[in-house]
């Protein structure tokens, strides 16, 4: 599956996939094979691009249009 709101979120934050991949500690290639669907994102990957990105991985997914992060959930432990 190709996640076109990971080059879009990119492109709009100015980024290149270099950089991005440095921010996954990755090679640039293999962040290339997420964006283009070519890999499957692990979900830490998934999950550290919405926090860099300060989204939700719904949006990420495609499946929500709200761009907004969702409220953290605090425990009441």
Same mark, same amino acid.
């Given at each position: 599956?190709?996640? $076109?709101?990971?080059? +879009?979120?990119? %492109?709009? *934050?100015?980024?290149? $996939? =270099?950089? !991005?991949?440095? %921010?996954?500690?990755? /090679?640039? =290639? %293999? #962040? &290339?094979? #997420?964006? /283009?669907?070519?890999? =499957?994102?692990?979900?830490? *990957?998934? !999950? *550290?691009?919405?926090?860099? #990105?300060? @989204?939700? @991985?719904?949006?990420?997914?495609?499946?929500? +249009?709200? &761009?907004?992060?969702? =409220? /953290? $959930? @605090?425990?009441?432990?």
């Amino acid at each position: 599956m190709m996640f $076109q709101r990971l080059e +879009d979120l990119r %492109v709009d *934050a100015d980024k290149t $996939q =270099e950089e !991005i991949a440095g %921010v996954l500690h990755c /090679k640039r =290639e %293999v #962040y &290339r094979r #997420y964006e /283009k669907g070519i890999y =499957e994102i692990p979900v830490w *990957a998934l !999950i *550290a691009l919405a926090d860099y #990105y300060n @989204t939700s @991985t719904d949006y990420i997914l495609g499946r929500t +249009d709200r &761009r907004e992060p969702y =409220e /953290k $959930q @605090t425990s009441n432990g």
